[in-house]
């Protein structure tokens, strides 16, 4: 019986332990779902695994799965590129997944020169933008489509020509005499060419290092700021995949706002009733046979074309275990609504990496362009100066040659037909063939865990070809026979550039993280450049390609013939050290020694350190759930500039014509003492940062101030006549530039019932100071140099208005020989016991006028909705002077008569004493034209959209069927409208600079020398529209 019940209680416990699965069993649910994109889109391949078990799958071609696991388990879903997200199933068995970009993790690594950093251990000031981003604004090149897009950056338009480069200034200005431009460099090797070489569809990121502490470690070469430019590159385990990215745009000129004939006519007979209300002896301005009040011609719609804007790129990409390929090729033309004008680039890319066995990897990298600016030789000046009066129609229908402005001024008659007509016959050329290459080597140490050798090589080359020419009496406007004219310049430069370096990177006991930098470098550049000129060819044809036939004469000139040489070596060590990722702190050393300086001077060494505080994980921030990261970092650090000129210490020799006998010979003569002294400018700087991140990254930032001290300005020291040199350059200036800048970007609406929002904002301070000149003087009037003003700055005479009648007394007193209508303009001198000045006017009453903005920055907003999106990008500035040729001295003196046509402004009459602009005929060129330039000065205030982008992704499901893996079409729009801006309200013109004053429409010599960037009138801005489609298979 015993052993019966044994039987039965055995049997019985069997039985329920085959229950147990069961019961088990029917805890498990059976969970559907389907995992998409923020965009809508199925996501193949995402990962579901059942929390803390191996249960799991991989979601379908559509991106739906099926998975058995208990009712109350947490599934983690997750795929590269996205959040994981972990979600309680709490006994749903029905889902729909939508994964979020995770922008942290594309981020998370940046370029911090020769090598990468975990973006949360960076201490220096550092800011990225992936290539995306770049090409979010579409351009052929980088610098505009940086603009605004980086607090502390601005970009500046040296020329308002297609094709033409931006003046770069990463915080500020601190050289008076070299170059403040930064450095590029282009996939770790520092770049020898223009940036307008580099195609921005090449580019996979961009990383700027702002402060000493992360510009150290390029020595003397990084004191103005560094570019560092990664290009694109296969990635690991990618199949081969072909893209093609392309737009089609046109380009329609914003008209300069001319008098037209009715308003041209009056301002002439305005002028004519001032001068004899006035008794002026001058005699009015009066039509020349070619006018007529009865005619109204639009000079600018005869010269201006509808313009083309077009981009084409293709591009392959494959990547393996053991390497990766990327070739691409692209053509970008861009055209000018002057039809001479346009700039067109052609350019070849690649880049190879492969592994040699386990601890061996090689690669290369290679960009190639060709370019072609053509037609800088059209002076709009004239265009615009053309009396709206002329008929430029003979009475057969025929154009004229030339019409007559006024009793003296001709003007040649352009029309866009005869400037195709004339394309053969009337060329400016720049062609420009650059070959940009890099090769590495790396070797692994197997018994080093983290120590690796890398040599990399840099080869450049740049070659440039200029040519001009001018047919038989094309541009004479009346001597159809005029001799023909041309010019030919070529230029070539070479770089190579030799980095060894070593790095060891480790971390031990899962905490402390080193990595050890240290680099031998050499470089040299070579420059040559040569140019001929010649008159009078028998035929056009030969054009700027055989100057030898000309039969005029064929000038050599001494200042357009040169060569130069110089190198760089340099020892760099730097070491990055953290802990837990909550303390972090990098000390870098670098010395280099430049050709350029003499014996004694040639070495100069770079300390840099900074420190960072991931403060957000200490212990006491635990209850701080709604914030992610807070860091603190604090930077110091030396950079130079090697300033001085190639040669500049052995004194310079200058040519110089003589009599010899009954002729005149081309002797040399001293024009540059020697300075052996001459020495390195260097800055010092102090970075303070800090960057934030909270609720669940929705709001992220940065906010940085920064104080750099420069010494040693290379300035001319003047020398007293009998030493037969004017000045001799020495290291003896000093200035300051200080600043702060704030960065802000957040997730508005996150995936809010389909709808997404995102929007970024940038502004920033910077405020320059000019601490020391000679120790002669406090000022340089003639440069404009002011010590304890900013650089930039203009010395003139200040308009505060216009002379009224009832103003008689005190104008009589400042301005004897004046007359109501005319300009007022500040006074600076002393008030007798009545209140009453006590002098007129003179050059003491110029004002020192601040040029640059108090602050400025830009801002971007993307709303995206069901696979459509809505991109705005923009920029703005407030205050700073804006300097527009187009009102400057020329159009100063024209108001004053009318002699030729006139930009539209309101004038003072009589009748209208309420104006801004003097009376026509008021003052004569004869009287008092010292006040010319003080009406280009405008409020440089503005808010400006850049671009506007509607986009359409094509779904994913509807592409498949194709094998087609992306398509996605837009529109744009670029430079829609301008808000809050005083010169834009007056004239419809954007306020943006978009020359240097060297170009040739500068208001006076003075205004040119100072390089001051202005909003010139040689080339009209531009509104584009643009179509585009991105593609990929």
Known sequence: MKSTNHYFKSLGLLFLLCLIPLWAFSQNVTVKGIVKDALGESVIGASVVEKGTTNGIISDIDGNFTLNVPKNATLVISFVGYQTQEIPLNGQTSLTVILKDDTKLLDEVVVIGYGTQRKEAVTGSVASMRGDDLRAVQTGNITNALQNRVAGVEMTQTSSKPGAGMQIRIRGTRSLSASNDPLIVLDGIPFAGSINDIDPNSIKSLDILKDASAT??????????????????????????????????????????????????????????????????????????????????????????????????????????????????????????????????????????????????????????????????????????????????????????????????????????????????????????????????????????????????????????????????????????????????????????????????????????????????????????????????????????????????????????????????????????????????????????????????????????????????????????????????????????????????LGLLGTRLYNFGDLYQTGYVLSELPNANLGWEYTTTWNYGVNFSMFNNRLSGTIEYYSQHTKDILLKVNLPSTSGVGSYMANIGETQNRGFEISLNGVILDNLNGWTWEAGINFYHNKNKLLKLTSQADRDEGNWWFVGKPINVIYDYEKIGIWQESEEEIRKILEPEGNAGMIKVKYNGKYDENGKPVRQIGTDDRQVIEVDPKFQGGFNTRVAYKGFDLTVVGGFQCGGTLISTLYGGTSYLNLLSGRHGNVKVDYWTPENTGAKYPRPGGVTANDNAKYANSMAMFSGSYMKIRTITLGYDVPKSFLNQFGVKGLRLYATVQNPFVLFSPYNNETGLDPEPNSLATENQAITTQYANSGLAIVGYNTPATRNFLFGLNLSF
Not at 440 to 462: D, H, M
């Open 216 to 649: 150290a470690i390029y020595g003397s070469r990084g004191a103005n700021g560094v570019i560092l430019i990664t290009t694109v590159r296969g990635n690991k385990g990618q199949k081969p995949q072909v893209t093609y990215s392309g737009y089609y745009g046109v380009k329609n000129a914003i008209e300069f706002p001319m008098m037209n004939g009715p308003e041209f006519a009056q301002l002439r007979a305005d002028a004519a009733r001032t001068i004899a209300d006035l008794g002026k002896s001058t005699a009015p301005v009066t039509n020349s046979s070619d006018e007529s009040d009865d005619v109204n011609t639009n000079w600018q719609d005869m010269m201006y074309r509808t313009g083309v804007i077009t981009n084409h790129d293709v591009s392959v990409t494959k990547g393996s275990d053991d390497g990766n390929y990327a070739f691409g090729a692209s053509y970008y033309l861009d055209q000018s609504p002057i039809p001479t004008q346009q700039y067109s680039r052609i350019s070849l890319r690649a880049s190879v990496d492969q592994n040699i066995g386990k601890y061996v990897k090689v690669g290369l990298s290679s960009n190639n362009s060709y370019s072609l600016s053509e037609g800088s030789q059209i002076n709009t000046g004239d265009v615009l100066s053309s009396s709206p009066l002329a008929n430029p129609y003979n009475e057969d229908g025929s154009l004229k040659r030339a019409v007559q402005s006024g009793p003296t001024d001709i003007y040649k008659v352009w029309t866009k037909d005869l400037l195709k007509e004339a394309s053969d016959k009337w060329m400016s050329d720049n062609k420009s063939l650059a070959s940009y290459n890099s090769l590495y080597g790396e070797i692994s140490a197997p018994w080093v865990q983290g120590l690796k050798y890398r040599f990399n090589l840099g080869l450049n080359v740049r070659t440039t070809t200029g040519g001009g020419f001018t047919g038989i009496g094309v541009t004479s406007p009346s001597d159809p026979n005029a001799p023909s004219s041309a010019s030919i310049s070529n230029s070539l430069t070479t770089n190579w550039a030799v980095e060894n370096l070593v790095t060891y990177d480790r971390t031990f006991a899962e905490k402390h993280n080193i990595n050890v930098v240290a680099l031998y470098s050499a470089e040299q550049t070579r420059y040559n450049r040569s140019g001929v000129s010649a008159r009078d060819f028998p035929a056009d044809h030969f054009q700027y390609y055989d100057l030898s036939k000309a039969e005029g004469e064929i000038t050599i000139s001494p200042n357009n013939q040169g060569y130069s040489e110089t190198g760089l070596m340099s020892w760099m060590g730097r070491v990055m050290y953290s802990y837990d990722d909550k303390y972090m702190a990098s000390a870098t050393f670098r010395a280099d020694a430049s050709s350029r300086l003499a014996p004694g001077h040639k070495w100069h060494t770079y300390p840099a350190v900074s420190v960072g505080w991931n403060m957000h994980k200490e212990g006491f921030m635990e209850s701080l759930t709604w914030l992610d990261q807070l860091k603190l970092r604090v930077g110091y650090g030396e950079t130079s500039n090697q300033a001085v000129d190639p040669y500049k210490t």
